[in-house]
């Protein structure tokens, strides 16, 4: 525990380096992330497929809740989390599919 002004800055910027180097790679995954799903509208729009799938959202709504009560993480919060992430995966298929050649 930091005991005087000197102590408590080293340690506020110890862990601001910390949360630096999580948000970072918090970054990298969702680009990752971003990638494959990108993929996956591409499939669907091509074998045309909806741009939602909303028993895969239920399922993975359900696992990450799980996971996020194991890991101390508030379930309601990954919940959030992965709907919003979620939802903008869908306004990228939804264009994906609006944007490819009309095959007729
Ligand atoms: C990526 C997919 O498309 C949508 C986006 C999802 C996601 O980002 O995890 C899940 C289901 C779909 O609504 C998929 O069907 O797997």
Redesign the pocket.
Known sequence: MAENKDDVTVELNRLRASIDNMDAALVHLLAE?FK??QR??IL?AEHD??????V??AE?IQRLRSLAAESHLDPEFAEKF?TF??S???RH?EAIRRERPDPS
Do not use: F
């Open positions: 992330r494959t799903t996956v509208g669907k497929l909806p741009p939602a799938d909303p895969r959202e993975q992965l992430i979620v903008e995966v869908v298929h």
